[in-house]
């Protein structure tokens, strides 16, 4: 009888555990997209490295030029793909992007990818079947020396991509994919001298983190590889570091600017007036190259506050944090006063006793 009461029990827990599961993953549904179509480069006579999967060009100035890249849906339904063209930039992990971005050109940047190519926008790609898309390149009149860097974009349109989570219930979260072809044009093997700029310090955030950035700039029209950042901040007058940062394996795309940022963690934003020293490593033409630079930056009391409200990482002081001596208060007043009241109450009984 005993046993049978505890595999009951025992029965009901499970099934309530059970219970307790699907209701909270049940309306949560997690799926990536499939990779519903796939891309591949038709590489032209005028490509320089055959072993590359994506378009290295050796061009001549005016010269006009049609690439193709083939697109093949591997579904049972027809499906739209966006195009895009871009210029390649260099975001604040030292990592070049080749696809839509919300980072501006820098100032350098003489010829945009995309205004060197003209392409469809979309591409509608029946079921099963391959599709061809066209790029028509017009390289600039005059020569170009270095290297014109970007990349071809393809992505699924998010109508179709999203279809799935519009049409169930419950919550499902879908990545898309977006392919991204590497393009470099070039017209002369001339070699130009790497040089990087330290363009301004500034305190800022990143993800709701509090850092301060340094701005690097490549000005030539060259890739760089292997690079190392080594960033150190000193309060103006002292030797002693407050905060510091180095990374490795950065590329910084020619013709770019990003921004570098030395996180402050947990701690808060001070103002006042600092020096940043960096020294930037980085490889062009396999040649290793290194610079130095140092900047005085002010931080306004204004925006350090600013900032710190919002940092997600500091922690903020409760507006119920006179909650917990109120209470203690409460407690220590109601332990005297029933003090008093038994006291009162013995001295009562007493003299009723005389």
Same mark, same amino acid.
């Given at each position: 009888?005993?046993?049978?009461?505890?595999?009951?029990?025992?029965?009901?827990?499970?099934?309530?555990?059970?219970?307790?599961?699907?209701?909270?993953?049940?309306?949560?549904?997690?799926?990536?997209?499939?990779?519903?179509?796939?891309?591949?480069?038709?590489?032209?006579?005028?490509?320089?490295?055959?072993?590359?999967?994506?378009?290295?060009?050796?061009?001549?100035?005016?010269?006009?030029?049609?690439?193709?890249?083939?697109?093949?849906?591997?579904?049972?339904?027809?499906?739209?793909?966006?195009?895009?063209?871009?210029?390649?930039?260099?975001?604040?992990?030292?990592?070049?992007?080749?696809?839509?971005?919300?980072?501006?050109?820098? %100032?350098? !940047?003489?010829?945009?990818? +995309?205004?060197?190519? =003209? &392409? @469809?926008?979309?591409?509608?790609?029946?079921?099963?079947? #391959?599709?061809?898309?066209?790029?028509?390149?017009?390289?600039?009149?005059?020569?170009?020396?270095?290297?014109?860097?970007?990349?071809?974009?393809?992505?699924?349109?998010?109508?179709?991509?999203?279809?799935?989570?519009?049409?169930?219930?419950?919550?499902?979260?879908?990545?898309?994919?977006?392919?991204?072809?590497?393009?470099?044009?070039?017209?002369?093997?001339?070699?130009?001298?790497?040089?990087?700029?330290?363009?301004?310090?500034?305190?800022?955030?990143?993800?709701?983190?509090?850092?301060?950035?340094?701005?690097?700039?490549?000005?030539?029209?060259?890739?760089?590889?292997?690079?190392?950042?080594?960033?150190?901040?000193?309060?103006?007058?002292?030797?002693?570091?407050?905060?510091?940062?180095?990374? %490795?394996? !950065?590329?910084?795309?020619? +013709?770019?600017?990003? =921004? &570098? @940022?030395?996180?402050?963690?947990?701690?808060?934003?001070? #103002?006042?007036?600092?020096?940043?020293?960096?020294?930037?490593?980085?490889?062009?033409?396999?040649?290793?190259?290194?610079?130095?630079?140092?900047?005085?930056?002010?931080?306004?009391?204004?925006?350090?506050?600013?900032?710190?409200?919002?940092?997600?990482?500091?922690?903020?002081?409760?507006?119920?944090?006179?909650?917990?001596?109120?209470?203690?208060a409460s407690l220590i007043l109601v332990i005297?006063?029933l003090t008093i009241i038994i006291f009162k109450?013995?001295?009562?009984?007493?003299?009723?006793?005389?």
């Amino acid at each position: 009888m005993l046993y049978k009461q505890r595999s009951s029990f025992s029965y009901k827990i499970v099934l309530l555990l059970f219970s307790f599961v699907i209701f909270v993953f049940a309306p949560f549904k997690a799926s990536a997209s499939e990779m519903n179509f796939t891309v591949g480069t038709n590489l032209p006579s005028n490509q320089i490295d055959k072993n590359k999967s994506f378009f290295d060009l050796k061009m001549k100035p005016g010269q006009k030029q049609m690439i193709t890249v083939s697109l093949n849906n591997n579904t049972s339904k027809s499906i739209t793909v966006n195009v895009g063209a871009n210029s390649a930039k260099t975001n604040l992990n030292g990592v070049i992007e080749y696809g839509k971005t919300s980072i501006k050109n820098d %100032k350098t !940047l003489k010829y945009p990818l +995309n205004e060197l190519i =003209k &392409y @469809p926008k979309s591409v509608v790609i029946p079921a099963k079947e #391959s599709k061809t898309v066209s790029f028509s390149i017009t390289m600039p009149k005059k020569t170009y020396r270095g290297i014109i860097l970007g990349g071809l974009t393809f992505q699924q349109k998010a109508s179709e991509s999203n279809k799935e989570s519009t049409s169930k219930k419950g919550t499902t979260i879908q990545n898309r994919f977006v392919y991204a072809i590497a393009v470099i044009l070039k017209e002369s093997d001339d070699k130009l001298t790497p040089n990087l700029n330290l363009l301004s310090v500034s305190p800022g955030q990143v993800n709701g983190r509090n850092e301060i950035s340094a701005r690097i700039q490549n000005d030539q029209s060259l890739l760089m590889s292997s690079g190392k950042i080594t960033a150190k901040i000193y309060k103006k007058g002292s030797n002693k570091v407050i905060y510091s940062s180095t990374s %490795k394996n !950065l590329q910084i795309a020619p +013709n770019s600017n990003f =921004k &570098y @940022p030395v996180y402050l963690k947990d701690s808060k934003m001070q #103002s006042g007036n600092y020096i940043l020293k960096l020294k930037v490593t980085a490889t062009a033409y396999n040649n290793s190259k290194t610079w130095n630079f140092s900047k005085n930056f002010s931080i306004k009391a204004k925006k350090a506050a600013s900032l710190n409200k919002s940092d997600v990482n500091i922690k903020k002081s409760s507006n119920y944090s006179w909650i917990i001596p109120a209470v203690i208060a409460s407690l220590i007043l109601v332990i005297i006063l029933l003090t008093i009241i038994i006291f009162k109450i013995k001295g009562n009984v007493k003299k009723n006793s005389n």
